[in-house]
């Protein structure tokens, strides 16, 4: 018996916990998420945050006559092509000896018009027993002897404008040095110009061990025609897919919930508020009582200065018209749904604890019951 009464207490006691429980409601900040710094990649998915592989454009057609990279994104068709060769641009040189007497040659080295030195590779490891790497080691110190009508095969890293380009050669003082010539390649065995020693602008100055001579081909002595090439080549094309960045676009204040309106809740921002009469005027009344019309609001009994400082606005008006429980509230007011019969909690309290007193009621009777019985 004493367990039951003790059980009923607490009840009792949790009740205005759990009525002030309800007074609370938590509001969220909700978001929409926008598409911000749009632009195209053809490799989207490997680079880029956010991508959409259904919405892309394609480029125009390239054309090369090497075949170009095959990729997921790529178009590529083989065709018959009539290419224009530039006679000035080459990557593959030869220089040839031809004086009777050999020369000592310690480095080659090439420079682009910025004088940005150009790599090279010697194609023979070896000529006349001697390793050709000694050229290309920026030393300075071994040498090669070439001897006549010796070549040294060169190619450049890239295709280069031979005109842009200086050669600077370390060689022994010989007088005899300038005799040397040299063709250039625009393909290996597809020669675009030809040059010999009076068609090269040569400076030489020497000092200690060996010379440096500079050489700089004059443009008036190349041949200018393009040389003209049936070949079979490459075009292609490339798809362009959508890339973006995305950002969180805010709806103004704190809301119950807006998913309706394809927003999102923010779950790491929101605020507790406590339960207010919403059905009182939005504009502030002293001791606001439930009132409904403008009528009520003089018969209740608040002080006539009070209802003389209430501002007149459009609100107002609105309220004389109609109830303010019919109202609609803007979307970006503190909201929160309220039945239309309100329960006072006096009543909840006494409601509830007269079923409690009730069932108990019933509890010591039964069990006197059953004592009377067994007796």
């Known amino acids: 018996m004493k367990k039951i009464f003790k ?24 978001y929409k998420e926008v598409e911000e710094n749009i632009r195209y990649e053809n490799n989207a998915e490997n ?19 090497s075949k170009p990279k095959e990729e997921k ?16 641009y080459s990557k593959y ?10 020369v000592k040659i310690y480095e080659l080295e090439f420079f682009d018009k910025e004088n940005n030195k150009i790599e090279y590779e010697i194609k023979q490891n070896i000529i006349n027993n001697q390793n050709t790497n000694v050229l290309n080691d920026e030393k300075k ?3 090669i002897s070439l001897e006549t009508r010796d070549i040294l095969e060169i190619e450049l890293k890239d295709i280069t404008n031979i005109i842009d380009t200086k050669i600077r050669v370390y060689h022994e003082e010989n007088s005899d040095f300038k005799d040397m010539h040299f063709f250039t390649y625009v393909l290996p065995g597809l020669m675009n110009n030809a040059f010999a020693e009076y068609e090269e602008e040569i400076k030489t100055e020497c000092e200690d061990k060996f010379c440096i001579t500079e050489i700089i081909i004059r443009e008036e002595k190349c041949l200018t025609e393009p040389i003209k090439l049936n ?69 209740s009994d608040l002080k006539k200065e009070e209802i003389n400082n209430l501002p007149i606005t459009e609100e107002i008006t609105n309220i004389i018209e109609k109830p303010l429980k019919e109202l609609k509230t803007p979307i970006a007011m503190v ?5 239309s019969s309100t329960i006072p909690e006096y ?21 006197k019951l059953k004592k009377c019985r067994l007796k």
């Open 7 to 30: 059980i009923l207490i607490l009840v009792i006691g949790l009740i205005p916990l759990l009525v002030n429980a309800e007074e609370k409601e938590v509001q969220y900040k909700w």
């Open 47 to 65: 680079i880029c945050e956010y991508f959409d592989k259904n919405t892309f454009i394609t480029t125009d057609w390239y054309y090369s006559t």
């Open 73 to 88: 994104f790529r178009t590529i068709e083989e065709v018959n092509m009539e290419v224009d060769i530039s006679r000035y």
């Open 93 to 102: 040189l030869e220089f040839k000896y031809f004086p009777m007497n050999g």
């Open 141 to 143: 110190e071994d040498f």
């Open 231 to 299: 070949t079979v080549g490459y075009r292609y094309k490339d798809n362009l897919y959508k890339c973006f960045d995305k950002k969180k676009e805010y709806a103004p204040g704190y809301h119950r919930d807006l998913s309706n309106e394809n927003y999102f809740k923010d779950e790491n921002d929101y605020i507790i508020i406590e339960e207010v009469d919403y059905t009182c005027p939005t504009v502030e009344v002293p001791n606001c009582k439930n009132y409904t019309t403008l009528e009520e609001i003089s018969n």
């Open 335 to 339: 909201t929160k749904e309220k039945s």
């Open 347 to 367: 009543l909840i309290f006494i409601t509830i604890f007269t079923i409690m007193s009730i069932l108990l009621t019933i509890i010591i009777i039964a069990k």
